[in-house]
Protein backbone atom coordinates (compact mmCIF):
# COMPACT_ATOMS: atom_id res chain seq x y z
CA UNK A 1 0.00 0.00 0.00
CA UNK A 2 3.26 2.31 1.24
CA UNK A 3 4.79 1.62 -3.26
CA UNK A 4 1.33 2.41 -4.18
CA UNK A 5 1.03 5.54 -2.35
CA UNK A 6 4.99 6.85 -3.57
CA UNK A 7 3.68 5.56 -7.20
CA UNK A 8 0.90 7.59 -6.95
CA UNK A 9 2.90 10.94 -5.51
CA UNK A 10 5.05 10.71 -8.16
CA UNK A 11 2.87 10.27 -10.98
CA UNK A 12 1.12 13.29 -9.44
CA UNK A 13 4.01 15.21 -9.78
CA UNK A 14 5.09 14.55 -13.19
CA UNK A 15 0.95 15.15 -13.90
CA UNK A 16 1.52 18.41 -12.87
CA UNK A 17 4.67 19.11 -14.54
CA UNK A 18 3.13 18.78 -17.89
CA UNK A 19 0.24 21.01 -17.63
CA UNK A 20 2.75 23.48 -16.24
CA UNK A 21 4.27 22.71 -19.30
CA UNK A 22 1.12 22.85 -21.12
CA UNK A 23 0.57 26.51 -19.86
CA UNK A 24 4.30 27.57 -20.73
CA UNK A 25 3.00 26.73 -24.19
CA UNK A 26 0.29 28.12 -24.38
CA UNK A 27 1.18 31.46 -22.47
CA UNK A 28 4.34 32.31 -23.98
CA UNK A 29 5.39 30.04 -27.29
CA UNK A 30 2.25 30.59 -29.04
CA UNK A 31 1.65 33.86 -28.21
CA UNK A 32 5.02 34.84 -29.25
CA UNK A 33 4.59 33.19 -33.00
CA UNK A 34 1.54 34.69 -33.02
CA UNK A 35 2.85 38.22 -32.44
CA UNK A 36 6.04 37.32 -35.08
CA UNK A 37 3.78 36.17 -37.76
CA UNK A 38 1.10 39.25 -37.38
CA UNK A 39 3.80 42.18 -37.57
CA UNK A 40 5.97 40.77 -40.33
CA UNK A 41 2.60 39.78 -42.46
CA UNK A 42 0.25 42.85 -41.72
CA UNK A 43 2.28 44.98 -40.41
CA UNK A 44 5.60 45.67 -41.79
CA UNK A 45 4.25 45.78 -45.31
CA UNK A 46 1.93 48.94 -44.24
CA UNK A 47 5.45 50.22 -43.12
CA UNK A 48 6.63 52.88 -45.65
CA UNK A 49 10.33 52.00 -46.35
CA UNK A 50 11.77 55.47 -45.74
CA UNK A 51 9.91 55.48 -41.57
CA UNK A 52 13.09 53.89 -40.27
CA UNK A 53 11.95 55.24 -36.74
CA UNK A 54 8.96 53.29 -36.50
CA UNK A 55 10.28 50.01 -38.26
CA UNK A 56 13.49 49.76 -35.59
CA UNK A 57 10.82 50.59 -33.24
CA UNK A 58 8.38 47.70 -33.96
CA UNK A 59 11.60 45.39 -33.99
CA UNK A 60 12.51 46.96 -30.59
CA UNK A 61 8.80 45.71 -29.01
CA UNK A 62 9.28 42.58 -31.00
CA UNK A 63 12.46 41.88 -29.42
CA UNK A 64 11.36 43.02 -26.03
CA UNK A 65 8.17 40.46 -26.25
CA UNK A 66 10.38 37.82 -26.80
CA UNK A 67 12.62 38.53 -23.96
CA UNK A 68 9.87 38.85 -21.94
CA UNK A 69 8.12 35.92 -22.78
CA UNK A 70 11.50 33.49 -22.52
CA UNK A 71 11.87 35.01 -19.24
CA UNK A 72 7.77 34.41 -17.74
CA UNK A 73 8.69 31.00 -19.82
CA UNK A 74 11.64 30.37 -17.83
CA UNK A 75 10.24 30.78 -14.41
CA UNK A 76 7.21 28.40 -15.82
CA UNK A 77 9.67 25.87 -16.61
CA UNK A 78 11.65 25.87 -13.57
CA UNK A 79 8.57 25.64 -11.41
CA UNK A 80 7.72 22.59 -13.07
CA UNK A 81 11.00 21.16 -12.75
CA UNK A 82 10.68 21.82 -9.02
CA UNK A 83 7.16 20.67 -8.72
CA UNK A 84 8.47 16.84 -10.04
CA UNK A 85 11.19 16.93 -7.57
CA UNK A 86 9.23 17.89 -4.97
CA UNK A 87 6.89 14.96 -5.79
CA UNK A 88 9.68 12.73 -6.21
CA UNK A 89 11.16 13.49 -2.79
CA UNK A 90 8.00 12.78 -1.03
CA UNK A 91 7.36 9.96 -3.01
CA UNK A 92 11.17 8.62 -1.81
CA UNK A 93 9.99 9.76 1.92
CA UNK A 94 12.79 11.92 1.47
CA UNK A 95 12.62 15.82 3.13
CA UNK A 96 12.55 19.19 1.67
CA UNK A 97 16.38 19.25 2.29
CA UNK A 98 17.78 19.79 -0.81
CA UNK A 99 15.24 21.84 -2.15
CA UNK A 100 15.37 24.43 0.84
CA UNK A 101 18.94 24.74 0.32
CA UNK A 102 18.37 26.82 -2.84
CA UNK A 103 19.35 30.27 -2.64
CA UNK A 104 16.77 31.72 -4.41
CA UNK A 105 13.09 32.62 -3.73
CA UNK A 106 11.67 29.12 -4.42
CA UNK A 107 14.37 27.97 -1.72
CA UNK A 108 13.30 30.88 0.86
CA UNK A 109 9.13 29.11 0.09
CA UNK A 110 9.96 25.47 0.63
CA UNK A 111 12.44 25.66 3.65
CA UNK A 112 9.34 28.16 5.58
CA UNK A 113 7.15 25.73 3.98
CA UNK A 114 8.96 23.06 5.49
CA UNK A 115 9.19 24.36 9.24
CA UNK A 116 5.35 25.36 8.55
CA UNK A 117 4.42 21.56 8.00
CA UNK A 118 6.54 20.28 10.65
CA UNK A 119 4.55 22.79 13.24
CA UNK A 120 1.65 21.33 11.71
CA UNK A 121 1.52 18.25 12.12
CA UNK A 122 3.32 18.41 15.61
CA UNK A 123 0.55 20.42 16.45
CA UNK A 124 -2.00 17.88 14.56
CA UNK A 125 -0.68 15.26 17.11
CA UNK A 126 -1.10 16.89 19.84
CA UNK A 127 -4.69 17.77 18.86
CA UNK A 128 -5.23 14.14 18.14
CA UNK A 129 -4.63 13.10 21.62
CA UNK A 130 -6.24 15.77 23.47
CA UNK A 131 -8.82 14.95 21.63
CA UNK A 132 -8.53 10.56 21.97
CA UNK A 133 -7.93 11.67 26.46
CA UNK A 134 -10.86 13.82 25.65
CA UNK A 135 -13.31 10.96 24.15
CA UNK A 136 -12.07 8.94 26.96
CA UNK A 137 -12.69 11.17 29.55
CA UNK A 138 -16.23 11.54 27.98
CA UNK A 139 -17.14 7.91 27.49
CA UNK A 140 -15.84 7.47 31.52
CA UNK A 141 -18.12 10.55 32.64
CA UNK A 142 -21.03 9.31 30.60
CA UNK A 143 -20.80 5.61 32.12
CA UNK A 144 -20.36 7.10 35.43
CA UNK A 145 -23.91 9.24 34.89
CA UNK A 146 -25.63 6.07 33.58
CA UNK A 147 -24.29 4.38 36.44
CA UNK A 148 -25.42 6.83 39.22
CA UNK A 149 -29.24 7.27 37.76
CA UNK A 150 -29.19 3.91 37.60
CA UNK A 151 -28.32 3.99 41.35
CA UNK A 152 -30.20 6.45 42.54
CA UNK A 153 -33.71 4.90 40.44
CA UNK A 154 -33.01 1.41 41.88
CA UNK A 155 -33.74 -0.16 44.81
CA UNK A 156 -30.64 -2.07 46.19
CA UNK A 157 -32.48 -5.03 47.52
CA UNK A 158 -34.54 -5.98 44.60
CA UNK A 159 -33.08 -4.23 41.41
CA UNK A 160 -36.18 -3.13 41.00
CA UNK A 161 -36.95 0.71 40.43
CA UNK A 162 -37.34 2.71 43.62
CA UNK A 163 -39.98 5.26 44.68
CA UNK A 164 -38.67 7.92 43.55
CA UNK A 165 -38.32 7.05 39.80
CA UNK A 166 -41.92 5.78 40.08
CA UNK A 167 -43.47 8.95 41.82
CA UNK A 168 -41.47 10.55 38.16
CA UNK A 169 -42.83 7.92 36.00
CA UNK A 170 -46.22 8.53 37.35
CA UNK A 171 -46.36 11.87 36.83
CA UNK A 172 -45.35 11.94 33.11
CA UNK A 173 -48.16 9.49 32.41
CA UNK A 174 -50.26 11.91 34.45
CA UNK A 175 -49.55 14.12 31.95
CA UNK A 176 -49.58 12.17 28.41
CA UNK A 177 -53.22 10.79 29.52
CA UNK A 178 -54.58 14.62 29.55
CA UNK A 179 -52.79 15.15 26.23
CA UNK A 180 -53.52 12.04 24.66
CA UNK A 181 -56.63 10.20 26.88
CA UNK A 182 -54.91 7.26 26.60
CA UNK A 183 -55.88 4.68 29.48
CA UNK A 184 -53.48 3.86 32.56
CA UNK A 185 -53.54 1.64 35.21
CA UNK A 186 -51.47 2.23 38.54
CA UNK A 187 -51.54 -1.57 40.80
CA UNK A 188 -50.29 -1.35 44.45
CA UNK A 189 -49.38 -4.77 45.58
CA UNK A 190 -48.87 -5.59 50.01
CA UNK A 191 -47.49 -8.71 50.89
CA UNK A 192 -49.38 -11.33 53.09
CA UNK A 193 -47.36 -12.30 55.84
CA UNK A 194 -43.86 -11.37 55.16
CA UNK A 195 -43.96 -9.17 58.51
CA UNK A 196 -43.96 -12.72 60.27
CA UNK A 197 -41.46 -14.41 57.63
CA UNK A 198 -38.76 -11.38 58.62
CA UNK A 199 -39.49 -11.12 61.96
CA UNK A 200 -38.49 -15.14 62.17
CA UNK A 201 -35.97 -15.87 60.00
CA UNK A 202 -34.10 -12.75 59.82
CA UNK A 203 -33.56 -9.87 57.26
CA UNK A 204 -31.71 -12.01 55.12
CA UNK A 205 -34.35 -14.34 54.37
CA UNK A 206 -36.54 -11.18 54.01
CA UNK A 207 -34.77 -9.97 51.06
CA UNK A 208 -34.34 -13.22 49.44
CA UNK A 209 -37.73 -13.46 49.38
CA UNK A 210 -38.17 -9.35 48.46
CA UNK A 211 -35.86 -10.49 45.06
CA UNK A 212 -38.37 -13.38 44.55
CA UNK A 213 -41.32 -11.25 44.06
CA UNK A 214 -39.34 -8.96 42.12
CA UNK A 215 -38.28 -11.52 40.06
CA UNK A 216 -42.25 -12.73 39.40
CA UNK A 217 -43.32 -9.17 39.08
CA UNK A 218 -40.55 -8.46 35.83
CA UNK A 219 -41.03 -11.85 34.38
CA UNK A 220 -44.86 -10.83 34.16
CA UNK A 221 -44.83 -7.46 32.99
CA UNK A 222 -44.42 -6.07 29.74
CA UNK A 223 -41.02 -3.73 28.95
CA UNK A 224 -43.18 -0.51 29.08
CA UNK A 225 -44.65 -1.33 32.31
CA UNK A 226 -43.29 0.23 35.30
CA UNK A 227 -42.22 -2.48 37.78
CA UNK A 228 -40.95 -0.28 41.43
CA UNK A 229 -40.47 -1.42 45.18
CA UNK A 230 -42.68 1.45 46.39
CA UNK A 231 -41.33 0.62 50.68
CA UNK A 232 -40.79 -2.21 52.93
CA UNK A 233 -43.00 -5.31 51.45
CA UNK A 234 -45.07 -2.97 48.93
CA UNK A 235 -44.64 -2.84 45.32
CA UNK A 236 -46.08 -0.16 43.07
CA UNK A 237 -46.67 -1.67 38.99
CA UNK A 238 -47.94 1.41 36.57
CA UNK A 239 -49.55 -0.85 33.24
CA UNK A 240 -49.09 2.10 30.54
CA UNK A 241 -51.79 1.63 28.01
CA UNK A 242 -53.97 -0.51 30.38
CA UNK A 243 -57.47 -0.61 31.01
CA UNK A 244 -58.86 -0.81 34.86
CA UNK A 245 -60.09 -4.85 33.35
CA UNK A 246 -56.60 -5.36 31.83
CA UNK A 247 -54.92 -4.49 35.35
CA UNK A 248 -57.45 -6.53 37.16
CA UNK A 249 -56.40 -9.78 35.15
CA UNK A 250 -52.63 -8.85 35.47
CA UNK A 251 -53.20 -8.38 38.91
CA UNK A 252 -55.29 -11.71 39.75
CA UNK A 253 -52.44 -13.58 37.64
CA UNK A 254 -49.77 -11.99 40.01
CA UNK A 255 -51.87 -13.04 42.86
CA UNK A 256 -52.19 -16.49 41.71
CA UNK A 257 -48.16 -17.48 40.86
CA UNK A 258 -47.10 -15.76 44.39
CA UNK A 259 -49.96 -18.15 46.29
CA UNK A 260 -48.23 -21.07 45.01
CA UNK A 261 -44.79 -19.76 44.77
CA UNK A 262 -41.85 -21.69 46.25
CA UNK A 263 -40.11 -19.62 48.50
CA UNK A 264 -37.14 -21.10 50.19
CA UNK A 265 -38.28 -20.35 53.83
CA UNK A 266 -41.55 -23.00 53.10
CA UNK A 267 -43.87 -19.83 54.47
CA UNK A 268 -46.94 -19.24 53.21
CA UNK A 269 -46.76 -15.70 51.34
CA UNK A 270 -49.47 -14.05 49.63
CA UNK A 271 -50.47 -10.69 48.08
CA UNK A 272 -53.39 -8.11 47.96
CA UNK A 273 -53.67 -5.63 45.37
CA UNK A 274 -55.35 -2.26 45.08
CA UNK A 275 -56.36 -0.98 41.48
CA UNK A 276 -57.01 2.65 40.12
CA UNK A 277 -57.03 3.70 36.68
CA UNK A 278 -57.58 6.12 34.26
CA UNK A 279 -60.60 7.80 32.92
CA UNK A 280 -62.20 4.80 34.41
CA UNK A 281 -61.41 6.84 38.25
CA UNK A 282 -61.67 10.96 38.25
CA UNK A 283 -58.14 11.37 39.13
CA UNK A 284 -57.08 14.83 38.66
CA UNK A 285 -53.74 14.60 39.87
CA UNK A 286 -51.02 11.78 40.51
CA UNK A 287 -51.62 11.97 44.21
CA UNK A 288 -55.47 11.38 43.89
CA UNK A 289 -54.82 8.17 41.49
CA UNK A 290 -51.94 7.02 44.03
CA UNK A 291 -54.46 7.42 47.03
CA UNK A 292 -57.45 5.86 45.32
CA UNK A 293 -55.22 2.61 44.67
CA UNK A 294 -54.39 2.30 48.18
CA UNK A 295 -57.93 2.81 49.64
CA UNK A 296 -58.82 -0.06 47.49
CA UNK A 297 -55.36 -2.02 48.58
CA UNK A 298 -56.69 -1.63 52.15
CA UNK A 299 -60.31 -2.60 51.15
CA UNK A 300 -58.45 -5.84 49.80
CA UNK A 301 -56.91 -5.84 53.32
CA UNK A 302 -60.34 -5.86 55.00
CA UNK A 303 -62.22 -8.35 52.75
CA UNK A 304 -59.28 -10.94 53.84
CA UNK A 305 -56.16 -10.58 52.17
CA UNK A 306 -55.06 -12.38 49.20
CA UNK A 307 -57.41 -10.70 47.00
CA UNK A 308 -57.80 -7.93 44.20
CA UNK A 309 -59.26 -4.63 44.69
CA UNK A 310 -60.90 -2.26 42.25
CA UNK A 311 -62.19 1.30 42.98
CA UNK A 312 -65.50 1.53 42.20
CA UNK A 313 -67.83 3.85 40.81
CA UNK A 314 -64.92 6.60 40.86
CA UNK A 315 -62.42 8.55 43.04
CA UNK A 316 -64.36 11.75 42.93
CA UNK A 317 -67.58 10.57 44.40
CA UNK A 318 -65.41 7.99 46.85
CA UNK A 319 -67.07 5.40 45.88
CA UNK A 320 -67.10 1.71 47.33
CA UNK A 321 -64.58 -1.16 46.30
CA UNK A 322 -65.32 -4.22 44.41
CA UNK A 323 -62.81 -7.26 45.20
Not at 103 to 130: C, P, Y
Not at 265 to 271: C, N
Amino acid sequence: MLEGARSDVAEAGRRLKARIYLALLCSSVLPLVVLTVVAHVYVLPLLHPQDTVRFFSLQALLLFALVAMLGGGYVIWDLGRLVERLATRLAERRGFGELAERSDEVGTVLSSFTKMLETVERQAAEINSFAMRLDAAYRELETTNVRLKETSFKDEVTGLYNRRFFTVRLEEEMSRYRRFNHPVSLVLMDLDGFKAVNDEMGHVVGDETLRDIGQVLMKHSRGINVVSRYGGDEFAVLLVETSKAGARLYADRIRQIIEVYPFSHHRPVTASFGIASLPDDEATTAEALFRAADDALYAAKRAGKNQVAVTSPSVGARGGMTT
